[in-house]
Structure formats: structure tokens, C-alpha cells
């Protein structure tokens, strides 16, 4: 397996555009998160599905912020309107199952760096 | 209260020392506990995992859990420069979600 696959790499855009970040899981994996890493902050989740369903979202900051999973071997992140404070490295990460063994190691993707100007 | 809670460093050891990097966490359900390690413009990868109280070794590295002071920690014995890195420690809550959240991380400076 490739693992947990992201794109794009880099996006820049302008402040109130449309941003949609993309995740394709470890095939197999039931768990997929998506998190947002800053200086400041460090790694936050921001929301986890289970079998393609959300489980929780209060990480999610504002309305601004959706996901998706349609299905097991895709999801997205859009952020509409996009801010300047948006601007952090946006990690997906998937995993076999929650809870004690090694089902529960995260797989990471190597990220999104999201800059909005 | 954060969650989880790590000192941000960074913290510098010599070449060949322990290093000792210490978290603590807040849900006293928390299951399960790991310790990843972050390159700088790199992802987090996962260095070990330890579920019971006690210590675990796997090669240089050991983890120790103490659940009734709900912190965990990772020492590095012989560190080389190549472990210079930021380690983030994980925690899944034992809750009705079971989120796996994590610290803001240890920056971690092996001398040569």
C-alpha cells in the first residue's frame, strides 16, 4: 500500500476563496482523521470518521470547516471562505481501529500546507 | 486544562546521553498512550505504543506509564544527532469517542 495519500502537496490561495484538501486512506483502515498543525497550537484534531461516518467534530473551529467521507477510500476537507488564519499544515492520518494493540497506530499523510493571503 | 500536556523544550542533551521527554494528560479513561516522532516538514510517525503501566523497551527506546499520575514518558539512551526531532506524545481517550489527541510536542537537540 502507498499509504494515506494527500493532495495537494502545497496550496495558496486568496483570502474568501474555496479550499478543498483531499485524503485517500490506507486501504482496509476504518478510521480516518483529519488535523491541523500550527506553531502555536500544535496538532489538533479537528474531526474522525468510522466506517465513512463522522464520529466527532468539535475540533472543527467554525462552520467555515466541513468534511466529508462518500467513501472508504476518500475524504475532504473544504474550508469556505478561507482566512488568512486558516493558514497551517493539515494532516489526514488513518488507522485500523481505536483502542488497545497495534490495530490503533495512525498512519499519516505527508500533508497539506495551506497558506491564505 | 489541556489534555495533554508536554513541556515545548527544546530540550538539548549531548551525544551519547538519555534523554528523557515527559507528558502528562488530563482523562483519567485514557486507554491507550504513543509516542511519535516529527521531522521538521515532515508527517508524525510512530515510535512506540504502551497500554499498561510499567515500561516498555523496544531497542534505545523506552516508554513508562504511570496511570495513577497520568503521565507518560520516553527516554532515548545512546541519542545521535539523527533523533533530533520534535516527539509528540498521543492519548486515546477512553471516552464515547475515543479521540486520539496530542500534545504540542518536545523539541528534542542532540549535540554532536
Known amino acids: 500500500d502507498a499509504g494515506v495519500i494527500q493532495s495537494p502537496r502545497h496550496e495558496v490561495t486568496e483570502m474568501g476563496q474555496e479550499v478543498t484538501l483531499r485524503c485517500k486512506p490506507i486501504?482496509?483502515?476504518?478510521?480516518l482523521f483529519w488535523y491541523r498543525q500550527t506553531m502555536m497550537r500544535g496538532l489538533e484534531l479537528l474531526i474522525y470518521?468510522?466506517?465513512?461516518?463522522?464520529?466527532?467534530d468539535s475540533g472543527m473551529p467554525e462552520d467555515r470547516f466541513s468534511a466529508k467521507m462518500p467513501n472508504a477510500s476518500f475524504s475532504t476537507l473544504k474550508i469556505q471562505p478561507s482566512e488568512p488564519r486558516d493558514s497551517a499544515v493539515y494532516f489526514c492520518?488513518?488507522?485500523?481501529?481505536?483502542?488497545?494493540?497495534?490495530?490503533?497506530?495512525?498512519?499519516f499523510g505527508q500533508g497539506t500546507r495551506l497558506t491564505v493571503v | 486544562q489541556k489534555e495533554v500536556e508536554q513541556n515545548s523544550g527544546p530540550l538539548s542533551v549531548p551525544e551519547g546521553a538519555i534523554a528523557s521527554l515527559n507528558c502528562t494528560y488530563s482523562?483519567?479513561?485514557?486507554?491507550?498512550f504513543f509516542w511519535y516522532r516529527q521531522y521538521s516538514g515532515k508527517s508524525p510517525e510512530l515510535i512506540m505504543s504502551?497500554?499498561?503501566?510499567g515500561d516498555k523497551e523496544d531497542g534505545r527506546f523506552t516508554a513508562q506509564l504511570n496511570k495513577a499520575s497520568q503521565y507518560v514518558s520516553l527516554l532515548i539512551r545512546d541519542s545521535q544527532p539523527s533523533d533530533s526531532a520534535t516527539y509528540l506524545c498521543?492519548?486515546?481517550?477512553?471516552?464515547?469517542?475515543?479521540?486520539?489527541?496530542f500534545g504540542t510536542g518536545t523539541l528534542l537537540a542532540v549535540q554532536p
Open positions: 492520518a488513518s488507522s485500523l481501529g481505536l483502542g488497545r494493540g497495534a490495530d490503533t497506530e495512525a498512519f
Open positions: 486501504s482496509g483502515h476504518d478510521y
Open positions: 470518521f468510522n466506517n465513512n461516518v463522522p464520529i466527532d
Open positions: 482523562d483519567r479513561v485514557s486507554q491507550s
Open positions: 504502551i497500554y499498561s503501566n
Open positions: 498521543a492519548v486515546e481517550g477512553g471516552g464515547a469517542t475515543n479521540k486520539l489527541i
